[in-house]
């Protein structure tokens, strides 16, 4: 003869204790009896349980079970807890949560992850104004802020499409990261005029296409190519590259002209280098020689030692390169 146990989700199994004092609506014992104990069977549903009472005294206690560091390997009911906390703070909507459920969206655990993100969508939900809250931490490059301001959505959409135009190149990028997740038709204009950003414009590309924008124009659709990369197909297509390239050659804006430039030394593209040494001649400036000088190619290499002794520099071979990298033919 063979025992056997019938399989079961011990997720449906449900702590008594906890539903008799979920139906008193005794907030005082759920966080007293199963809150601030150690985390067992029973726990996240006293969690559960507190978000869906409403009442706010229970804000403290599980942002406390927030702040208490759970590894990826933690136990079962340690890991459940963590996020059934985090989505009962998200149906709470009290702002104080929202520093706590930011430093859990890349938790290791999904699980965890994926409900302090929905408790951030929650609050914002009715609190929009969390959005200044996590800024501060999104300008200083912080990874779980920008993730924070992709799972708060349309609240965030309009501090992002003003961060795409932004000084600082990451801020522009995790924008445009941000605005991929929000995923508001309203991004795709803002979003094109950064295809030309040469920073920004791999991520940009990211956005537009989960957008499904579709590019129509030849300047589209090499600029397209460009932040995906794609060498192959803008050099079996050179003329209408070419064209493209050159036109933003012509453009006012230092950043478009740099992003021609830049595309050109990736592409690799044949009869390119004397525009680039006349470019040089004509509107270098410091940081285009460096470009040039560490691209690999000799004749933009050598344009670049000219004009650096023409303009008074002394070209010095260094073990740390601190400036703009680009390949030739790197595409």
């Not at 795409?164 to 803002?190: C, F, H, Q």
């Not at 499904?212 to 589209?220: E, G, L």
Request: proline share 5%; with cysteine.
């Amino acid at each position: 003869m063979v025992l056997t146990l019938s399989a079961c989700n011990l997720d449906s199994v449900k702590d008594s204790k906890v539903q008799r004092l979920a139906d008193e609506k005794n907030v005082k014992e759920l966080i007293a009896g199963y809150i601030q104990k150690p985390p067992t069977f029973g726990t996240d549903q006293a969690a559960e349980a507190l978000g869906n009472l409403g009442d706010k005294q229970a804000v403290e206690p599980l942002i406390a079970v927030l702040n208490t560091p759970v590894k990826a390997s933690a136990s079962s009911a340690e890991i459940k807890t963590h996020a059934a906390a985090a989505i009962a703070l998200g149906k709470l909507k009290d702002t104080r949560a929202v520093k706590p459920l930011v430093a859990n969206v890349n938790h290791p655990s999904s699980r965890i992850a994926i409900a302090a993100k929905t408790g951030l969508k929650d609050i914002a939900a009715t609190n929009p104004k969390i959005v200044d809250q996590v800024l501060p931490g999104f300008k200083k490059d912080d990874p779980a802020s920008v993730i924070a301001m992709g799972a708060i959505g349309k609240p965030a959409l309009e501090p992002m499409l003003a961060a795409l135009k932004e000084p600082d190149a990451r801020m522009r990028t995790n924008a445009a990261s941000v605005l991929a997740d929000i995923g508001d038709p309203k991004a795709i204009e803002p979003l094109t005029k950064n295809l030309t950003d040469w920073a920004s414009s791999p991520m940009v590309g990211v956005a537009l296409e989960k957008l499904n924008w579709q590019a129509v124009s030849d300047a589209d659709k090499v600029h397209l190519l460009i932040a995906k990369s794609k060498g192959e197909e803008l050099r079996n297509n050179w003329e209408m590259t070419k064209g493209v390239l050159l036109k933003d050659l012509d453009s006012k804006d230092p950043r478009t002209l740099s992003y021609a430039l830049y595309s050109f030394i990736s592409i690799g593209g044949k009869d390119t280098t004397e525009t680039l040494v006349k470019v040089l001649k004509e509107d270098g400036n410091k940081n285009l020689a460096l470009a040039y000088l560490n691209c690999g190619e000799p004749t933009l290499e050598k344009a670049a030692q000219d004009w650096a002794t023409s303009k008074g520099y002394r070209v010095v071979k260094t073990a740390k390169k601190d400036q703009q990298t680009v390949k030739w033919g790197s595409f």
